[in-house]
């Protein structure tokens, strides 16, 4: 599937594995999420379909109610999600979501 990054924070963060960018420098220090960002970016790549995501129950791929967008979770024992946005020609990534209380926060 065709990725697409709108925020060029992501895109860097996945080509480099490092980002300049505030929003992201901490998760920058933990190269265990950066290898986990880079391996679901490199699997939602690998995906015919977006519906493909649920067979990997560690991602935690849902539709989300309220918003026009799904999301992924990088980490299984961590809070943060990727937010992205479908289309029929690939997957718009927007946000990557650090503070969120969805899950709720088990750290």
């Known amino acids: 599937m065709n990725v697409i990054f709108k925020d060029d924070a992501l895109r860097e963060l996945y080509e480099k594995g490092k980002t ?7 998760l920058c220090r933990n190269k265990g999420f950066i290898d986990n ?5 490199d699997l939602m790549v690998s995906v ?3 519906d493909d995501l649920r067979a ?3 991602l935690h791929y849902e539709k989300l109610r309220y918003r026009p ?5 990088i980490d299984n024992r961590r809070v ?3 937010l992205f946005t479908e289309h029929e020609d690939g997957i718009e990534v927007r946000l990557l979501e650090i503070d969120s209380n969805h899950y709720g926060n088990k750290r």
């Open 20 to 26: 300049k960018d505030s929003r992201y420098k901490k």
């Open 37 to 41: 960002y880079i391996g679901v970016i």
């Open 48 to 50: 015919e379909r977006t």
């Open 56 to 58: 990997y129950s560690y």
């Open 69 to 73: 967008e799904s999301s992924v979770r």
């Open 80 to 82: 943060e999600r990727l």
